[in-house]
């Protein structure tokens, strides 16, 4: 009995879709990488630099330097793998206008 249930469960368990991605605080690291050594993130603050970066809710991080700021949303890139491919997230950084206090 103990045979027929192990050979059942490795059947099932090789016949599903194998997803993975990174541990949350790997995938998060990425992303913040991703943000500052994006170039369109640092032309957006020049010489003043970034100086803090916001995780402000799911695929949104707000990046701020000086009197400025801004919007970084996180997308997915269109899987173009094999069924059961496994890996960490593919992901596009889609920057916002940057917004400085006292500009017109």
């Not at 027929?4 to 879709?17: E, M, V």
């Amino acid at each position: 009995m103990r045979t027929l249930i192990a050979a059942i469960g490795l059947t099932l368990a090789g016949s599903s879709t194998v997803l993975a991605a990174l541990p949350p605080q790997y995938q998060r690291q990425a992303e913040l990488l991703a943000i500052i050594g994006n170039e369109g993130v640092i032309d957006a603050f020049g010489f003043g630099g970034i100086e803090v970066v916001e995780l402000n809710g799911v695929d949104h991080y707000i990046v701020r330097g000086g009197d400025c700021m801004l919007d970084v949303m996180i997308e997915d890139l269109p899987n173009e793998r094999e069924a059961g491919w496994a890996g960490p997230r593919e992901f596009k950084l889609v920057l916002g206008e940057p917004v400085c206090e006292g500009a017109e």
